[in-house]
Every structure is written in structure tokens, then in C-alpha cells.
């Protein structure tokens, strides 16, 4: 089991053209991803080179719209590698087309944007998932990956991952990579985000597969403060988590577009006090958080 993404998902990249759509889309294949085709209109009809998780060549097509590359190929899955400056017309594509879901790969995406295009998706009936933007993607170990997180850093297994970071999740996949994991998403760390740390709490909590969850939060805004009034409620897996930026100081933009700390509200210590309240176990560092869930999973906590 898995959340969002699985071997049967059929994906299509829009943008397979450029050079992170081309690169990427033979990494996704590489990893046994399911890629149908792809999108740019002004190689509608022409057919791009790559080969499979067997060595084998494939020719995939290219369509001129969503909505035609999803008639041709059932895709469920898309994936945008496209400039920021398009980015909003390339998500109102997929969600005029409901695909169900979307990842969004591009940074520097501007904010309103994103606020426009997910106004958009809740107009139409709110049918597309949204991962991103200016994220890693999502994974399913040994299944599927759709995004850019290398494949080979860790496999199937119990524990479920969701993170703002994207480094932070290549590091967590590898620190805990003797387990695996059913599926690990990198939710991106705009201000504005699709999906969220509570919608893969939920999911995970729901999956049989997972036994474990860990959440990676970063400071700025109050997302990690609602995921621990969300765990209270409706969680009983085990949570582990980290917060990065312990050391970041007061009133200044860390990275991340979303970190900005102001005053007490949006600190790490402040949400480590929120997750710790409602039994999260939070540790101060990505291996310290690592060892927490090792200790959970060997039955030693």
C-alpha cells in the first residue's frame, strides 16, 4: 500500500520537452514510473526518446493539451517541469482536465499566482490533488516516484514521510533507508501549498502499510501548530518529527519562502512545544529525529 501514488499510476509530464522535463522524465522511467507521454503545444505529435527500468527503448508521445494527453492515455499523474512564468497555466491545464493528481515541481512560482490557480481548482470542484509547488514531489519506493527525489536512496517499507524540505527528505530516506518507506512526500515550502502536512497525515494514518509517520516542518507560519491540533484528534500511529531552524534568527527569511519567523509565533521551539504536547516525539536534529523513529520501530522506545 502507499498513498497518492502506486505502480498503476500512469503519468504524463508536462514540459517533457525542456531540459529538466527531459532529464527527469528518464529518472522517473529509470525508477519504474509509469510515464504515458507528456505536453508542450508546440510539439504536439512528435514523440520523445527514453528507456525503461528494463534498458528498453520506449517512444512516448507528446500531446498539445492536458486534456488530450489524458484522453489518449488514462493518465491519472502529472508531473510540471515548466518556468515560473507559466507554471500557473500549466496547473489551470490539469485541473481543467481533473487530473487527479498534480505535482508542480517549479520554484519561484509567484505567490499569487498559486493563490490564483488553487482558487481555480476550488471552483472547479477541488477534483485535483495538488503536490507543490516548489517541491521534491513524491515517491513510492520500488512503485513509482513522480518528482525529483533520486529513487535508489531507499526502499519499500513501513514508515511514511512528509516534509517541507526537500533536502531534508533525500537526508531522512537515507537515514532510515534499513526500513523504507511506503511513501514519502515533499510537500514544498512556499507560503501557499497544495497539499499539506494534515492531508498526508491522514492519508498515512489511513494506509495499513504505514506503521510510522514522520513529519518534517521548517519556522514561518503555524502549519506544524495545526498538524499537532490534527494528531490529537484523529492520529494513533506514531509521529516523529523535526523542525528545522532552531537557529534562525528572529524577523529574517530563511530560504524557504514560508520561514518567516515573527515574534514567538512560527519559532521551532514554539511548534516542538505544540507537537510535544500531543505526544509527537521531536528531535533537534534529522539523525536525532531518525533515531527517534528507530527506537519506535525496533520496539525499543
Excluded: W
Excluded at 508536462?14 to 507528456?38: P, R, S, Y
Aim: glycine share 14%.
Amino acid at each position: 500500500m502507499s498513498i497518492y501514488l502506486n505502480k498503476d499510476s500512469k503519468v504524463i509530464v508536462q514540459g517533457i520537452t525542456g531540459g529538466e522535463g527531459t532529464k527527469h522524465t528518464a529518472l522517473m522511467l529509470k525508477a519504474g514510473t509509469n510515464v504515458v507521454g507528456g505536453v508542450n503545444a508546440k510539439k504536439a505529435g512528435s514523440t520523445v526518446s527514453h528507456k525503461d527500468k528494463g534498458g528498453n527503448d520506449v517512444e512516448l508521445p507528446v500531446f498539445g493539451t492536458v486534456a488530450e494527453a489524458k484522453e489518449k492515455t488514462g493518465a491519472d499523474v502529472s508531473i510540471v517541469f515548466v518556468p515560473p512564468a507559466f507554471t500557473k497555466s500549466a496547473i489551470v491545464e490539469a485541473i481543467d482536465a481533473e487530473i487527479p493528481l498534480l505535482v508542480v515541481i517549479t520554484e519561484g512560482v509567484p505567490v499569487h499566482d498559486t493563490v490564483a490557480a488553487f482558487a481555480h481548482n476550488k471552483a472547479k470542484g477541488s477534483k485535483t490533488r495538488v503536490i507543490g509547488p516548489n517541491c521534491p514531489g513524491i515517491i513510492t519506493p520500488g512503485e513509482s516516484l513522480v518528482g525529483i527525489t533520486p529513487a535508489n536512496i531507499a526502499g519499500s517499507g513501513p514508515v511514511g514521510l512528509v516534509s517541507k524540505s526537500g533536502t531534508l527528505t533525500y537526508q531522512m530516506m537515507f537515514e532510515l533507508r534499513d526500513f523504507g518507506f511506503s511513501t514519502a512526500i515533499g510537500i514544498g515550502g512556499d507560503p501557499v501549498i497544495g497539499t499539506t502536512h494534515i492531508d498526508a497525515i491522514k492519508a498515512f494514518q489511513e494506509d495499513p502499510a504505514t506503521e510510522i509517520i514522520v513529519m518534517i516542518g521548517e519556522i514561518g507560519g503555524d502549519a506544524e501548530e495545526r498538524a499537532a491540533a490534527y494528531i490529537k484528534e484523529n492520529v494513533t500511529k506514531p509521529v516523529v518529527a523535526y523542525v528545522a531552524g532552531f537557529t534562525a534568527p528572529e524577523g529574517k527569511t530563511m530560504g524557504h519562502a514560508g520561514a518567516i519567523v515573527s515574534g514567538s509565533a512560527g519559532t521551532a521551539a514554539a511548534k516542538k512545544v505544540a507537537l510535544e504536547a500531543v505526544g509527537v516525539k521531536v528531535g533537534k536534529t534529522p539523525s536525532g529525529t531518525a533515531a527517534l523513529a528507530r527506537e519506535i520501530l525496533t520496539g525499543k522506545a
